[in-house]
């Protein structure tokens, strides 16, 4: 019931009051568990994703969250969503740039068309969607755009030319941001996840593995809230996130 309450009052273009944190590339494992954390601390939550379905199922499940459909590839998608998000619910006070994907091949079979998708998706989207949020940010001289990264971002693999490439740059993109906003307030950080995600599929996938060896993504859930309420004298910009038993 109070996810349609606030579905209507949404419809009636009344605006919620409150923080307000918008999470791209909604789905099961960590976008699911950001958005419950999110909420959990009194934000609405936006979630973005393609999967529209599955949006608004999670929108049912999760009090204090909104289901809007946008891919992040796409930039007049991008801007129609903030549009959106500014008129019915408010200035973003909390960006998490969770959009990924990527093509895994060595160099002689990665594509054109897998380069694309990783550089749009991972870089070009992170790009979009902070200048939605920014100048809004900047008068009010205060907010978070906190990015979740990937050990990719620190190395090529033998079969990660297109998705390490796409998120190198990536974090060049957030350190460059962090260097501009952060005197003015912003806080940006980079997370980078080392390790596998314990979801079903991942389980499926490796079923003599112990509990130990996945990552929870309410844990990573904590970390990314716990980063966002750091105090500005002592921000971090970038922290790794693994499994005491992962190699690094």
Known sequence: QNQRGQNNRLFKGEKILGKVCVITGVGPGNGASFSRRFTEEGYTVVMLARNAAYLEALAGEIPGSVAMECDVRKPEAVKSVFARIHKEIGAVDTLLYNAGAGEWAPIMETSMEGMLSSWTTN???LVMCSQQVIPAMTEKGEGNIMVIGATASLRGGARSTAFSSAKAAQRSVAQSMARDLGPKGIHVGYLIIDGIIDLERTRKRMPDKSDDFFMRPDAIADNVYAMTQ?????????IDLRPYGERW
């Open 123 to 125: 870089t070009l989207g």
């Open 230 to 238: 750091q105090d500005r004298s002592a921000w971090a910009f970038e």
